[in-house]
């Protein structure tokens, strides 16, 4: 009896063992700990992509470090180098700048360290690329202008940050149908930096300049968007003057159910980041993984907007 109990105890002790063993493993030196550098915090599209990576990468065990570029490339490239510093297992960079941020890709690939761009994209070639096709939705928001319009009216763009991926992939979807319908006209273009109250701003000053000439504003997100339509608003224009954007964010879901933003087009926020965490983490693994991710885009307006709030 007493042999019985003994290696009852023993067995016990070993398990216990056992098990602090393998959770000493998975919270010490086994933990993977990727470094991601974000555009911008005060975007809410970007916030969204990073809310997710965060979900994911606790799902998955693994340690992120997030920090926010505040729309510096020279920041974001600090910041890389810092990650590198550290000795992460991989890096997640949403591109400040296609060309500016490219130095922050050659310093991680010379240290063998795997860079993971998600939703902007950088001249040099990144481990892989997770996002959308920025060119395409431009073309589904301008496709859209122009049937509304029937091929013929005045149309103001509002570019992002200049010199962004997809500010400049944006501008040439646009340009691309605008130069298929010769009906359509470009008044004016103007960035706003994916900044909501600029928007507004610019938007006023277009209504100063143009009046009752405009018909039609696409903005290059849905914060510009939101802000254009304020001032429209404001105006007292807005039943006049149609205003697509990018991103369906909440904020602009809500405004197509209301019918003050015509339509977005929906940008999928948790897609990017928890497949950037995904790509990331099997690259730090050196397990396969796609180069390259492209996350469809989808035109909301009034008649499916009910299909994307939650």
Same mark, same amino acid.
């Not at 180098?81 to 130095?103: D, L, T, W």
């Not at 939703?119 to 959308?132: L, M, R, Y």
């Not at 006023?204 to 968007?225: H, L, V």
């Not at 497949?275 to 990331?280: L, P, Q, S, V």
């Given at each position: ?48 992509? =990073? ?5 994911? &990468?606790? *799902?998955?065990?693994?340690?992120? +470090?997030? !920090?926010?570029? #505040?729309? $510096? %490339? ?26 500016? =941020? ?5 310093? &991680?690939? *010379?240290?063998?360290?795997?860079? +993971?761009? !998600?939703?902007? #994209?950088? $001249? %040099? ?186």
């Amino acid at each position: 009896m007493k042999n019985a109990i003994l290696t009852t105890l023993i067995a016990t002790a070993l398990l216990a063992g056992c098990n602090q063993s393998s959770e000493k493993g998975s919270e010490g030196g086994e933990k993977l700990v990727i470094g991601a550098t974000m555009l911008s915090m005060q975007n809410e599209f970007i916030v969204n992509v =990073s809310d997710e990576m965060e979900a994911k &990468a606790k *799902e998955l065990g693994v340690e992120l +470090i997030t !920090v926010d570029a #505040e729309r $510096s %490339a020279l920041k974001q490239v600090e910041q890389v180098e810092s990650f590198i510093a550290q000795g992460v297992n991989a890096i997640i960079m949403n591109p400040c700048e296609v060309e500016a =941020s490219s130095p922050a890709v050659k310093l &991680a690939m *010379e240290a063998n360290i795997p860079i +993971i761009n !998600v939703n902007s #994209e950088t $001249s %040099a070639e990144p481990t892989a690329f997770v996002g959308s096709d920025d060119t395409e939705s431009a073309r589904i928001a301008m496709k859209y202008l122009a049937e509304k319009l029937g091929g013929k009216g005045n149309i103001l763009m509002m570019h992002g940050f200049m010199g962004q991926a997809a500010q400049l992939k944006r501008d040439k979807g646009a340009k691309e149908i605008l130069k298929a319908n010769p009906g359509l006209k470009l008044l004016a273009e103007q960035t706003g930096e994916w900044d909501r109250a600029k928007g507004m701003s610019l938007t006023e000053n277009w209504i100063q300049s143009y009046g009752p000439q405009i018909n039609a504003i696409f903005a290059q997100n849905d914060e510009m968007g939101m802000g254009a339509v304020k001032a429209l608003e404001a105006a007292g224009l807005k039943d006049k003057v149609i205003v697509v954007s990018v991103d369906a964010i909440p904020d602009a879901l809500q405004a197509v159910k209301k019918g003050t933003l015509n339509a977005t087009v929906f940008q999928n926020a948790k897609e990017q980041g928890s497949k950037a965490i995904e790509t990331a983490v099997k690259a730090a693994r050196k397990e396969a993984f796609d180069k390259e991710v492209l996350i469809p885009f989808q035109l909301v307006t009034k008649d499916n907007v009910g299909e994307f709030l939650r």
